[in-house]
Structures are given as C-alpha cells and as structure tokens.
C-alpha cells in the first residue's frame, strides 16, 4: 500500500510529503479539526518549522478517521479502530500488501477486516451481531495518489549560516 511511516524529525529526499491546508482539502475537515486529532494523538504528523508534515499512510488514516467521524464514530472508538488496523497493516499476509482493484474497512470497533472479495464482504455484514462500517480504502488511496493530489516532495534545506 505504501512505505512505512518514518519517526518524527526523519526525511528522506524524495519522500513525498502533504501539508495541513492539503490535508484538508482531501479530507474535507477544517484545519481546527485537523489539529484537534493530532492534539489528541489521532494522528500526529511530523512538525517540521511549524508545520504539520503529514506522509502519505498518515493522510490515509486521516481519511479514514474522517470518513469514520461522518458515520457518527466518537474519536475514542476511531482511535480503537486505528490501533487494529496498524496491527493488521503490519502483518506480512495482510490484504493490503495486494495490489487489489478495490481494497475495503469493515469495522464494527472490536475488530477490523481488510476484504477485496465482495461476497466476504456480503457474508460479513449480513453474519455481523452488531452495526459494521465500510470505508472503501481504494476509494482513499486513490484520493491521496491521484493527478489532482498536491505534488510535493521532502528536500533538504540548504543551511546559510
């Protein structure tokens, strides 16, 4: 799906890079919102003079968080949803190493499942004890790789003094 996240204050050339104003723009939340998840450590970008660095499996997850948030999700169960999905990322058999044509979050916030087959998909909203969400993660990837996304890239600077 995409590279691992480096820690904070790590850069390499080249690495390509999104700003608050175009994270929000692609999330369609405002920068207060933005903010407000990485005071409470929703997602924590990189600060770089100032500015909120955010890499593309961060602006991943901030898409997700705010599809999740339009669902009517509270950030406690989101936080949750997150931790298990950077759990099921991580693991080497995860769907999401596949270059799968359409990729989905199913989500009832105990549990998360990363499903391309949409009769799994079917069997597991229809099995589910209780409410699922869906998040197409294709639909978000995209959204991040697409021509219109901003196109910046991590330079170093050259230091004058």
Excluded: C
């Excluded at 199913?106 to 949409?118: R, Y």
Aim: glycine share 4%.
């Amino acid at each position: 799906m995409f590279p691992a996240k480096g820690g904070a204050g790590s850069g390499a050339v080249g690495e390509r890079v999104f700003f608050s104003a175009d994270v929000t723009r692609m999330a369609g939340v405002t920068l207060r919102q933005l903010q407000w998840w990485d005071e409470r450590k929703v997602v924590a970008p990189r600060k770089e003079n100032h500015r909120r660095v955010y890499l593309p499996q961060q602006v991943l997850e901030i898409l997700i968080v705010a599809a999740l948030r339009r669902k009517g999700l509270s950030l406690r169960k989101i936080r949750r949803i997150l931790r298990l999905l950077r759990r099921e990322l991580a693991q080497p058999s995860s769907k999401a190493r596949d270059d799968a044509s359409k990729l989905y979050l199913l989500t009832d916030v105990h549990s998360v499942h990363l499903e391309d087959e949409p009769e799994r998909i079917l069997k597991l909203l229809s099995e589910a004890p209780s409410a699922m969400y869906l998040v197409s993660l294709s639909d978000q990837i995209k959204r991040i790789t697409s021509e219109e996304a901003p196109r910046r890239y991590w330079t170093r600077q050259l230091q004058l003094f």
